[in-house]
């Protein structure tokens, strides 16, 4: 098996699209001609690398299971965004040949849901002290990484959006759960807040719970 990229006149997939009912997604395109099987490649968003995929993660699936099941069907389990790939196949010599579409319409994005991360803020201060001490608490659903979120500090009140402040990443990922952060000093007219640091992309995939 060898992936191929699709020239003028290559048998493509167009027109996919898909529909959502609970946990099972139903997909559907248009054959081009000459095609009896395509590979099916799912993938989560997050782990979407560039380059062909590990073959060893693609599913074989005939014209005929195609008509007879009306589409392709397929459990989405878990959360997040997944990524599904259909590559036409043509049958060679030496094996299967999946052609790489440039212009992705072979391949649709299907949400599963949001995970929640909810996440909290406490301080303790002296009244006669210009420092007060602030204490991170993240509890997430699913691990997340380092650059998913970050912290803005502002003087005088809590911050609008990423923008509205100072601006502070975090240095390393979160683990399913409870996350207690260590302990910071800021200012005693600081205000802290957590944000998305792409909230288009990450938006999607998670829900930023204050608590």
């Known amino acids: ?93 030496a094996g299967p040949q999946l052609i790489l579409q440039a212009n992705r319409e072979n391949r649709i994005e299907i949400s599963a849901g949001r995970a929640k991360i909810y996440y909290s803020i406490s301080n303790k201060g002296g009244l006669f002290r210009k420092f007060k001490t602030i204490q991170i608490q993240v509890t997430t659903e699913v691990p997340i990484a380092k650059d998913v979120l970050c912290y ?9 959006n990423k923008e509205d402040g100072m601006l502070y990443p975090f240095v390393a990922p979160f683990a399913a759960g409870k996350n207690v952060l260590p302990a910071i ?9 957590l944000f998305f640091t792409d909230g288009r992309t990450y938006g999607q995939t998670y829900e930023l719970i204050s608590v």
């Open 185 to 193: 000093e800021i200012g005693k007219q600081d205000f802290i807040r």
């Open 152 to 160: 803005v500090k502002k003087q005088g009140s809590y911050p609008a």
């Open 1 to 93: 098996m060898r992936f191929i990229d699709a020239e003028d006149g290559s048998p493509v997939i167009s027109g996919l699209t898909r529909a959502v009912e609970e946990d099972r997604c139903t997909l559907r395109w248009i054959w081009p001609g000459g095609i009896d099987a395509v590979y099916i490649w799912k993938k989560p968003a997050e782990q979407l690398e560039e380059g062909t995929p590990d073959t060893r993660h693609l599913k074989l699936y005939t014209k005929a299971e195609y008509k007879a099941n009306n589409g392709y069907h397929s459990r989405i389990e878990g959360v997040g965004l997944f990524v599904f790939t259909v590559f036409a196949c043509l049958e060679g010599s």
